[in-house]
């Protein structure tokens, strides 16, 4: 297998603030990695860093065997990139935009097919403005890929998207997969990882926390089942003073994490004695979403899920 | 620098700058009612004459004569003689509770002559601002065409101006300067003003980041935005002087020699634009800093009033500005046709143009560092 992209040891300061800090890692041909962590964890940073839009502090950064910093107009031909928070010229329309786009790489495209890939033909002539949030970005998308390139870095795509959008953005991702390009994906939505990605790393504080396939990871960092009651959030202030297991409450859902399978019953006796009503009982095992939550909020101290990183799951 | 880039990139900015109107406003429209609104102003005001008391103390020599029967013939004014055994002119006139008044020196005829530097008194009373400017500006002028006759321009004779003089001269007349003057503010405008909000503006919108990751580089985009701005020029200057001819009678003619500043100026002023609004932190900033930039040089190049007309110093602070050697070269082109000083002030304008491009290119940045 080749090597699209290759980090080590990267670091990345912003003044006193460490925004990335040691991330090795390394992409292959042909895979989709999804890169997970709260707002500002680094994702961004990283991403720019690899794309030749930021210098680094230290460390090796290749990408296609090049340096983006430095070799970055010999590396753009070959990269499809969607910034964070993609922008572009108010008053130019999708159908301009990919002609203008095309023509600077020196390319002759049929911009109506690539608005039909990505599903925008509807808007071919409506002023960039004019465009809702999800038209935006799947023009952004369209931008990335007139050069047909090698590989694609998409800093949250569908963030803020409503789900038909954001639908139609992982088709073009999975239709990008099996043309055999590389797409290096920047998410906080776990589902978009665990639906996409061949391989997830979840980074916080500018540290890779986890690292591997979505089993790999619920299997190293997973905990057994998990007891789930739609309940009042006071039920796991009460199941907390009277078992020693993890409570977690979250959307009047109570969480209990089992040890063993007798704990299932010994829980349930208890959410009887409390009085506490509720409905829906289900067990389940670790999803990435637990172990996302478990591996981010351990190392907040507030144990908050580090604030507006919590704000992205659903 | 890729042709096929520039001109792609050309064509949307066209494109942008179309659509949302108001450059198109400020590069096209605007001088036009300049030009209207100054035209029309200034051409009623010289319909009256204005008496004005002329002490020859170069016993009426006929280089002397020669000077105010050039005055009598515009016809914006009455001449009157005073004789110069009455002394000071301005407490005779004080005295007689009259205005405005001239005095040839004695030498007058010689000095010019010689080509030693003359200087005219011109008497004016600051309160009556329409007349006072008239008056010297119509001396002004014919010094000017004096000047022009027996030096090729170069300055023999000056005036002095006594009493607060007001600003508002004309030379041939002020419709004919105005015509450059406007060329030259809607070359500095149109250009400053877009590229400071422009340039800020990518920045802020990451648009510029957008730019660099596709094979257009800086110098492309820069060149791009310029032709834009050249092509801008020399529309609004056909306008122009169209205007300032058709509706006032401007003596102002189109020469070749106009072209160096219609394309060296933009180039200079859109660097300048972009200079200052990559520089700036955000929108706000950028938008101070063109206005520290423009506003002075708009008013101070020689726009609205021939810089002869200024005080001394302020004619120095002219010297300084860019925008004066565009304006300078563009009277010398349209009105006196005079191919040595465009020469010096197209030279002038070109090494600007050229190092304010490069040092645009190089400190504005479209990737964060
Ligand atoms: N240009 C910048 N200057 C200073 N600090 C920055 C800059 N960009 C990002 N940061 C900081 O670096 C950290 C990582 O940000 P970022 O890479 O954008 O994270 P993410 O994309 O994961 O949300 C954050 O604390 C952020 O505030
Ligand atoms: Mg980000």
Known sequence: ???????????????????????????????????????????????EILEGLRPRTSGTVRVLGLDPWTENKKLIHRLGVIPQDFKFF??????????????????????????????????????YEKLSGGQKQKMGLALALVNEPELLFLDEPTTGLDPQARRSIWEVIRSLKSEGRSVFLTTHYLEEAQLLADRVCIINHGKIAALGTPEDIIQEHGKGEVLSLQAAPRLAEYLRTKVDLPVRSENHTVDVELSTNADILRVLNLVEQSGIPWTGVSTRRDTLEDVFIRLVGKTTESGDLGGAGSGGLK | MNPRRIFLNLSVFAKGYLRSRVGLFFALVFPIILILLFGAIFSNSSSTTVDVYVQNQDHNSAMSLRFLEAINSTKAINLHFVSPSVGNLSKWLGANDLSDGLVIPAGFQSDYYNKTPVVLTVITNPE??????????????????????????????????????????????????????????????????????????????KLFRQLSLTPLTKAEWLTSTIIWYILLTVISTGIMVAVGQGAFGAKVTLSPLMLPFLILGPILFTSLGLLAGSVSKDPETAAVIGNIITFPMMFLSGTFFPVSLFPGWLATVAHVLPLFYVIDGLNAAMLYGNVAVTLTDTAVVGVLAVIFFAAAVRVFQWRET
Do not use: C
């Open chain 2, 128 to 205: 009556q601002t329409s007349t006072s400017g008239i008056v010297s500006g119509v001396v002004q002028g014919v010094a000017n065409q004096f000047n022009l006759q027996r030096a090729n321009g170069t300055q023999i004779l000056s005036i002095q101006p006594e009493n607060l003089p007001t600003l508002g001269g004309q030379s041939f007349q002020y419709i004919d300067y105005l015509v450059p003057g406007l060329i030259g503010f809607s070359i500095l405008t149109s250009p400053m003003f877009s590229m400071v909000n422009i340039s800020s503006e990518y920045k802020k919108e």
């Open chain 1, 1 to 47: 297998m080749t090597e699209v992209i290759h980090l080590q040891k990267l670091v990345k300061d912003y003044g006193p603030l460490r925004a990335v800090d040691g991330i090795d890692l390394s992409v292959q041909k042909g895979e989709v990695f999804a890169f997970l962590g709260p707002n500002g964890a680094g994702k961004t940073t990283t991403v």
């Open chain 1, 90 to 127: 108010e008053k130019i329309h999708p159908r301009e935009a990919i002609t203008f786009y095309a023509g600077l790489f020196g390319k002759k495209v049929d911009a109506d097919s690539i608005l039909k890939q990505v599903q925008l033909e509807d808007k071919a002539t409506d002023w």
